[in-house]
């Protein structure tokens, strides 16, 4: 990466499409500014005041302050045109050309999904989320969890990463070193300290405004093969960065909830608008997305059914040779309401139960 990489970020009234669209004409940051006036004008659309600020040279002595601000808080600047930027961000219209990154840059380059979700997580998004990234973690080991570090539905992603020990990345709404909130200070370096990364576009010189977290939620889509709603409202911002997904191409997921639940409106509005595959398990995951799991060389008899995870087995152990109700299957399993209609949605998909009317259920074996 080169001085004039950095120092295309700060030319006035350019922006981020604009940046972009000069490095698909020029290829370079260095190209862009050894052009002329005439030859901008020529070969890119731009406004007359940006030809004039790239000729002058406008960026550089900022981009020298962000170089020494970043060696001096440990942060690698790592531009579009550098190998090591992951590829299924450099794939996306609106880019960003920089990319300030604490930790491992080799994480931003494995099989990548993205959870997102609302801040007020329940403990039953926060089941969800932890069974489908254990057993995401169990059929693809070397899978990175991308996030927004955020409270609720972000910070049970990322912890629940770190428990399989796989990789997490999250991304931020602000410069590096800090994270917002302070609060996640210390998971943000676990994330770090365990292999992973903190990733931002935006430099030190960033005067924060709070308009940020949409922007920063095309790059979780944009660095991911799949985005998984966890948990949303109507409503929730984190329905952002699923149409990010769906307008890249990306994958778009959702955890199915129960239609009273505030919680899971936005999932079950997205499932039902056919915008979001519904998946209830990491091999859900693993199977929308196409990733390989060498299920060729599994028996046949083997390929359908996945081995029930111990909570599963534990609430069929609870039926008897009778259809029960779920109010039955609550006291005698004495799991959360959340609890019992997530792995009665996987029973059912495995063929173990099926659901009678009243609210009843079968075992099926």
Same mark, same amino acid.
């Given at each position: 990466?080169?001085?004039?990489?950095?120092?295309?970020?700060?030319?006035?009234?350019?922006?981020?499409?604009?940046?972009?669209?000069?490095?698909?004409?020029?290829?370079?940051?260095?190209?862009?500014?050894?052009?002329?006036?005439?030859?901008?004008?020529? #070969?890119?659309? =731009?406004? /007359?005041?940006?030809?004039?600020?790239?000729?002058?040279?406008?960026?550089?002595?900022?981009?020298?302050?962000?170089?020494?601000?970043?060696?001096?808080?440990?942060?690698?600047? =790592?531009?579009?045109?550098?190998?090591?930027?992951?590829?299924?961000?450099?794939?996306?219209? /609106?880019?960003?050309?920089? =990319?300030?990154?604490?930790?491992?840059?080799?994480?931003?380059?494995?099989?990548?999904?993205?959870?997102?979700?609302?801040?007020?997580?329940?403990?039953?998004?926060?089941?969800?989320?932890?069974?489908?990234?254990?057993?995401?973690?169990?059929?693809?080991?070397?899978?990175?969890?991308?996030?927004? =570090?955020?409270?609720?539905?972000?910070?049970?992603?990322?912890?629940?990463?770190?428990?399989?020990?796989?990789?997490?990345?999250?991304?931020?709404?602000?410069?590096?070193?800090?994270?917002?909130?302070?609060?996640?200070?210390?998971?943000?370096?676990?994330?770090?300290?365990?292999?992973?990364?903190i990733v931002t576009e935006l430099c030190s010189q960033t005067k924060q405004n709070g308009r940020y977290f949409i922007p920063r939620n095309r790059i979780i889509a944009g660095l991911s093969a799949g985005v998984v709603v966890v948990e949303s409202p109507a409503e929730g911002g984190s329905l952002s960065t699923?149409?990010?997904? /769906?307008?890249?191409?990306?994958?778009?997921?959702?955890?199915?909830?129960?239609?009273?639940?505030?919680?899971?409106?936005?999932?079950?509005?997205?499932?039902?608008?056919?915008?979001?595959?519904?998946?209830?398990?990491?091999?859900?995951?693993?199977?929308?997305?196409?990733?390989?799991?060498?299920?060729?060389?599994?028996?046949?008899?083997? #390929?359908?059914?996945?081995?029930?995870?111990? /909570?599963?087995?534990?609430?069929?152990?609870?039926?008897?040779?009778?259809?029960?109700?779920?109010?039955?299957?609550?006291?005698?399993?004495?799991?959360?309401?959340?609890?019992?209609?997530?792995?009665?949605?996987?029973?059912?998909?495995?063929?173990?139960?099926?659901?009678?009317?009243?609210?009843?259920?079968?075992?099926?074996?």
């Amino acid at each position: 990466m080169q001085l004039e990489d950095i120092a295309l970020t700060f030319v006035p009234q350019l922006g981020v499409r604009g940046v972009v669209h000069l490095m698909e004409v020029f290829g370079s940051a260095a190209a862009i500014y050894s052009a002329s006036a005439e030859e901008l004008h020529q #070969r890119a659309t =731009l406004r /007359d005041d940006v030809v004039r600020n790239i000729v002058a040279h406008k960026g550089f002595a900022e981009a020298e302050r962000e170089l020494e601000y970043c060696s001096r808080h440990n942060i690698t600047p =790592l531009a579009s045109t550098d190998e090591k930027y992951p590829k299924l961000l450099r794939e996306i219209d /609106d880019y960003p050309h920089i =990319l300030y990154v604490r930790g491992s840059v080799e994480a931003l380059q494995r099989r990548s999904v993205a959870f997102v979700g609302t801040r007020k997580i329940s403990a039953y998004g926060e089941r969800a989320c932890n069974e489908m990234i254990h057993s995401l973690a169990e059929a693809v080991p070397d899978v990175a969890i991308v996030s927004g =570090l955020a409270y609720g539905v972000d910070g049970a992603a990322h912890r629940a990463a770190l428990a399989e020990g796989v990789t997490t990345v999250g991304v931020i709404a602000n410069p590096l070193p800090n994270v917002t909130p302070a609060t996640n200070e210390r998971l943000a370096a676990e994330i770090v300290g365990r292999g992973g990364a903190i990733v931002t576009e935006l430099c030190s010189q960033t005067k924060q405004n709070g308009r940020y977290f949409i922007p920063r939620n095309r790059i979780i889509a944009g660095l991911s093969a799949g985005v998984v709603v966890v948990e949303s409202p109507a409503e929730g911002g984190s329905l952002s960065t699923a149409e990010f997904a /769906d307008g890249y191409g990306r994958s778009v997921m959702a955890v199915p909830g129960r239609v009273t639940d505030e919680n899971s409106r936005g999932c079950n509005v997205l499932i039902r608008n056919h915008k979001a595959q519904a998946v209830l398990s990491g091999r859900d995951i693993v199977a929308e997305l196409m990733w390989e799991l060498d299920l060729e060389e599994m028996p046949a008899e083997k #390929r359908e059914q996945q081995p029930l995870t111990t /909570d599963e087995e534990r609430l069929l152990a609870c039926f008897d040779s009778e259809p029960m109700h779920i109010d039955t299957l609550l006291e005698r399993s004495g799991m959360s309401s959340g609890e019992v209609s997530l792995h009665l949605m996987t029973l059912e998909l495995s063929g173990a139960v099926r659901p009678l009317r009243g609210g009843m259920y079968e075992k099926l074996k």
